[in-house]
């Protein structure tokens, strides 16, 4: 057996209280062996984790991390607009290579701010899984369908490949890859598709992952058209099962709420997102009261605008208590557990958490820093004060994938390069 030791570390163990101990690590297995005094003697390789957080690595519960390359492309806009007249048009001109471009520049990001897990949506996946099977991540990956403004064989023909990719990708990259049936949302998939699909998928064993509820004006014509609320209608389809998560939940009724808790459904909140498209405020912490499983997702960076999870988990704690006009609404333990086990628990990983027998994906932050001293409360430091640069070493499955900030499965310099490349001609060929 490989060992890896985290050494000298506080860890933050999964009832969110802190202990100063050593994470033992079966680099074989990729799952923690041991936490406790003493352990980094034994082992073949070690960590250092003095004067450091050792957390679990954060899950992204909901990204399209190849949307870097559209990162300040189009910005102040409302969703529908900003997709119509900028974002669509441009993802219209990306090539696979682009889209592996802008996904290592996404996974480089991810890993750097302590990402080790995400669930993502876009088009090209075998460039997204081939960008994460070098990066070592972790991640669960689905093709986007739109059948909205195409023939009727063309939008099949999406919806098909939707569940290829699915049922061809689950399990590669050695596991760390796993995938779901992803139809972009309720009202840019026909109906008529998502009756022949879903039961398809439900045949290959993969979750369900889509936009829901994410503004008022995608409400309304589900309501007009079919008289029930939007995920009322998802149930009715067959889109609302316990291993299935949805992206937004913004605009969601108290039938909704308490239809989401008692299926079981997942659902994974994007504050940065939502403020800066203006979509509204998700009712957090209603749906936590409700029992919902809520998780944290950054959505593209071309709607945040960046890809760190700690930020995603002070939007979310601030908003959280704006929308309930309540200060103790959506508090410290809630994001860090919303950024960990709940997106973990809602797009279906085994991470999210640090104890014996549980996968080694771990986030090392630097605590010796000006904004982050005194160390009163180190779970308060997660949610409002610490940055992605506070991150010293990224572990996923076991392997380091981060260690002192440098990022070992990915060339920096030239990843960077490839994605201006590749931003700088995509957005030529958009604006000619
Ligand atoms: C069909 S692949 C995924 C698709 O989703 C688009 N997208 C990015 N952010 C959002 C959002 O907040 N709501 C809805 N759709 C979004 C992305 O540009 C791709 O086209
Ligand atoms: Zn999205």
Known sequence: MTTLAIADGRVLRPD?????????????????R???????????????????LVTPGFVN???????????????????ETWLREDIWPAEGELTAADIRAGAELGLLELIRSGVTAFADMYFQ??????????????????????????????????AATGLEIAREYDGAADGRISTAFMPHSLTTVGSEYLDEFVPKAREAGVPIHYHANETADEVAPIVDEHGVRPLEYAADRGLLEPEDFVAHGVHVDETEIDLLAEVGTGVIHCPASNMKLASGMAPVERLREAGVTVGLGTDGAASNNDLSMLDEARDAAMLGKLAADDASAVPAEAVVEMMTRGSADAVGFESGRLEEGAPADLAVIDLEQPHLTPPHDLVSHLAYAAAAADVRHTVCDGRVLMRDREVLTLEAAAVRERALEAAEAVAERADA
Request: glycine share 12%; net charge negative; hydrophobic share 40%.
């Open 16 to 32: 969110l209280t802190v202990t100063a101990a050593d994470v033992l690590i079966d680099q074989d297995s990729g799952d923690i």
């Open 34 to 52: 041991e936490i406790g005094p003493d352990l980094a003697g034994e082992a073949d390789d070690t960590l250092d984790a003095a004067d450091s």
């Open 61 to 79: 519960g909901h990204c399209h991390v190849a949307m870097t390359l559209l990162r300040g492309y189009a910005d102040d806009k409302p969703l």
């Open 125 to 158: 996946v075998p460039e997204v899984a081939a960008a994460v099977e070098t990066a070592g991540l972790r991640a669960r990956l689905g093709h986007g369908i739109v059948t909205i403004g195409k023939d009727g064989e063309t939008a099949r023909e999406d």
